[in-house]
């Protein structure tokens, strides 16, 4: 049975002057307008499959299109707002026909020419629309879902005082803490993070730092990269300012530090009084 919200292969079951109806196993054939037919009629036959999005039509039947929606039913996205009306606003989503986020649906108030985050659902009458109140669909305690220092994919939805709220994996909502931030990020930002160990509430936070290990190797390697394109000289030493550390490297001054000693160890660097250099061969 065809899924409103989503994209499928249908057949293609009758011609008409004005498209080709497909077989969605409803009470009723869905047209597929004839703008949206591929070039070559021989990719439209009766009996072909065709790829399509379906959604409803403002008259609340079944309608197709080729085109590819920003976002489906039961995923986020950050859309931007192209007009706001007595109804709601009006996301750009990739159609010609724009998705409404109804007022009740908006977490703060949605103007035109800014971008938000937001989760797609399917209304009480089966239309699609979107809401920015995504705690209402995505979980945000861990229930086991996750383990410590697994890596998910993040999509940054929201800014507070503690930092940013990010949706993980698609399906729950987290927190990267202003202490965690190595990078800047902007709304909408779709990037790779890992699991914190669990909050007592069951709250999930996330770092953007890989795991030590994992992390200082790397972090010893951009050093001596550092190293050499710069004469073997590099002023920021392990009693250097965090931020001017975090601007370089992305990182940590503690990660930072640790990064040295393994450097100093493996007698790859020696330190000066002003900063560190490479170790001569």
């Known amino acids: 049975m065809a899924e ?5 292969s249908l057949e ?5 002057d004005f498209g080709v109806y ?20 021989k990719e439209w036959e009766v009996g072909q499959f065709i790829d399509v999005f379906v959604y409803l039509d403002s008259e609340d039947r079944p309608i197709a299109t080729t085109e590819t929606p920003l976002a489906e039913v ?23 026909k724009d998705l409404l986020v109804p007022f009740k649906e908006q977490r703060i108030p949605m103007e035109p020419g800014k971008s938000y985050v ?28 996750f383990k410590v220092r697994q890596k998910v994919d993040l999509l940054v939805a929201t800014r507070s005082d503690m930092g940013y709220k990010v949706v993980i994996n698609g399906t729950h909502l987290g927190l990267i803490h ?17 699991i914190k160990k669990p909050r007592p509430d069951g709250r999930i936070n996330i770092t953007l730092q890989r795991p030590a290990n994992e992390l200082r190797h790397e972090l010893a390697d951009q050093i001596m990269e550092y190293l050499q394109e710069n004469d073997g000289r590099c002023e920021l030493t392990d009693k250097s300012d965090p931020e001017a550390i975090r601007a370089t490297f992305q990182t940590s001054k503690s990660t930072y530090k640790k990064a040295l000693g393994k450097l100093y160890k493996d007698k790859k660097i020696i330190f000066e009084a002003d900063c560190i250099r490479l170790a001569k061969k």
């Open 4 to 8: 409103i919200g989503k994209t499928q």
């Open 12 to 16: 293609i079951v009758k011609h008409v």
């Open 22 to 41: 497909l077989d969605g196993d409803m009470e009723e054939e869905i047209l597929l307008p004839q703008r949206y037919l591929p070039e070559d009629p």
């Open 74 to 96: 039961d995923e986020c996205a950050c859309l931007t707002v192209i007009n706001r009306t007595k109804f709601g606003a009006f996301l750009d989503w990739g159609l010609s």
């Open 118 to 145: 937001v989760f797609l659902y399917l209304d009480n009458t089966g239309r699609i629309a979107a809401t920015s109140r995504l705690s209402r669909h995505l979980s945000e305690l861990n229930d086991d879902e």
């Open 178 to 194: 202003n202490d965690d931030v190595t990078r800047p990020l902007q709304i909408g930002d779709r990037l790779s993070g890992f």
